[in-house]
């Protein structure tokens, strides 16, 4: 079992920055992928970044690509996601999620959508307002 839990969301107004986090405790070993999700109602759920934890690569969706960064900190069992240049398309609730790496036809280790992903946070809001 792996537990997550998020913090640091919030209101923010566009062009600022905002970092959330997600402490991992339990069988973290197990799940060497991390990633941050959103979510906005009536959409699905859509993968923001991800990190494998082993090597340390990362994917980032494109919308957010040159703005968002995930990171690691292996001492806290904690994963971050610093956002950068905010916009109000930003708005939506971000979970984290971790999952076992698998070897893709890409040659990467980790996957960018939900079914990859066992174990998910209660989620974090930020809204970035206009």
């Known amino acids: 079992q792996v537990q997550l839990v998020e913090s640091g969301g919030g209101s923010v107004q566009a062009g600022g920055s905002l970092r959330i986090a997600c402490v991992a405790s339990?069988?973290?070993?197990?799940?060497?992928?991390m990633g941050w999700f959103r979510q906005t109602p009536g959409k699905k759920r859509e993968a923001v970044a991800v990190?494998?934890?082993?090597?340390?690569?990362?994917y980032y969706g494109d919308s957010v690509k040159g703005r968002f960064t995930i990171s690691q900190d292996n001492d806290k069992n904690t994963v971050y996601l610093q956002m950068n240049s905010l916009k109000p398309e930003d708005t939506a609730m971000y979970y984290c999620?971790?999952?076992?790496?698998?070897?893709?036809?890409?040659?990467?280790?980790?996957?960018?959508?939900?079914?990859?992903?066992?174990?998910w946070g209660q989620g974090t809001q930020v809204t970035v307002s206009s």
């Open positions: 339990g069988h973290t070993a197990s799940r060497d992928c």
């Open positions: 990190i494998y934890t082993g090597a340390g690569s990362t």
């Open positions: 999620a971790a999952g076992p790496s698998i070897l893709l036809s890409t040659g990467g280790w980790c996957g960018a959508s939900v079914p990859y992903y066992d174990y």
